[in-house]
């Protein structure tokens, strides 16, 4: 179905230590958003992508990066996509929540400073070959991360509200 | 111009669903998420990996994208919307293969048009395919209708 790894070396373990951390955080975390909705968030961050690497990264097309050690998916590539990327995606969402509640003044600066760090610990992670950059450079993932996280509060807000709507939800309550 | 075409496609298959859709707006969402992940990890298998379907170059392969990003989620939409009008276990049956069909020469379809290439790609994976992701999304979003959606526990 997919392939294996060629070699199970850096990138391999990279993954898998930053999945436990990842997970460990994200079980911590106190819960502010319903079920339904972590399931929402969770999925459009896998999605998301498994979306933007078949478009621009590992096509035929553009090319402009590899992951892991092929152009093609082994289970790595998996991994990330369905236990790395959602429960990163969700403490943004997590974190944007707290400060929209608290400290609003500070929303703008959290999206620059979240997309910086996004950045810097892609960038790590090329050191450390899961990405292979070829015409790729972090500045066009800076930009990236910019528009993303700035789409994402637009998104959350439209799901929040649909979410109190939800026909099937007043039912019950 | 194969692009245009099929952004066109998809606004004419989404206009069926708006016209039957009786699903919320949350449950769109899941289900155009869920079944997109699916096919972007069949269509990663079957035409990154295994090497049994040939994605085109050039505009052909946004046209493939398109498709594979709005057609399926959509069409997905639309068989969980008329399926569950359906109440005995004979028509779900019935409109399970039906839809198979549908989706079966769909595909065909459009390998004809020039959208990809079938390699070596099996009639009976084929159905198989179209078969489980029915089945899956169906059980995916009755799951989220009856425990999701139901109540507002934070847990």
Known sequence: MFNAPIRFDLNEWVVLLSILVLLFVYSRLPKLYPTALLVIIWMMYSVLGIFIDQLIGTSKNLDMYDTMDTGQYDWFDIAIYNFAYPPYGYMFCHFFKMIRERTPALLFPFIVGWCVQTTFIEWLASLARVYHYKAWTPLFSFLFYLLLYSFIPFFLRKLESWWEQDPHRQKVS | ?155
């Open chain 2, 1 to 155: 111009m194969v692009i245009i075409g099929m952004c066109l496609l998809s606004l004419a298959v989404g206009y069926v669903f708006g016209k039957i859709n009786r699903c919320s707006k949350l449950e769109i969402v899941a289900i155009i998420l869920f079944s997109a992940e699916i096919v972007a990890y069949y269509v990663g298998s079957v035409g990154g990996t295994q090497k049994l379907i040939e994605i085109r170059k050039g505009e052909w392969f946004f046209a493939f994208r398109i498709a594979q990003y709005t057609l399926v989620p959509l069409s997905m939409l639309i068989y969980v919307n008329l399926i569950r009008r359906l109440t005995q276990w004979y028509e779900k049956l019935g409109f399970i293969l039906l839809w198979t069909a549908l989706s079966v020469s769909g595909e065909y379809t459009l390998e004809q048009i020039g959208l990809f290439r079938y390699t070596d790609y099996p009639l009976w994976l084929s159905i198989c395919f179209w078969i489980a992701i029915q089945m899956v999304t169906l059980t995916a979003s009755h799951y989220f209708q009856r425990h999701l959606l139901k109540g507002d526990s934070y847990v």
